[in-house]
């Protein structure tokens, strides 16, 4: 493999493993998470499928609320209109 390209990977290696990619963003030091999902790809973070403080939907709505105001924040960040 290419050193410098190892050495890229190695250097960004905690950004990469949260789910950020260096077409999708960031700054140009350092990364700029929103939100991390990663913890909500797992069955664990749920329990049961009620929508009860803890269950499956309610877990999730909090989780797709998230993503949207952050979505919501970079349009907005970037001279958007809302």
Not at 11 to 24: D, N, T
Not at 57 to 71: C, D, I, L, P, S
């Amino acid at each position: 493999s290419d050193p410098q390209e190892r050495k890229w990977y190695d250097q960004h290696r905690e950004a990469i493993l949260r789910g950020w990619s260096a077409s999708g963003g960031g700054e140009s030091q350092g990364v700029s998470i929103l939100f991390d999902v990663v913890p909500y790809q797992y069955a664990g973070c749920y329990n049961g499928y009620g929508n009860d403080n803890g269950g499956f939907f309610a877990v999730y709505a909090r989780v797709f609320e998230n993503v949207r105001q952050g979505e919501e924040q970079g349009w907005s960040s970037e001279g958007n209109i809302e």
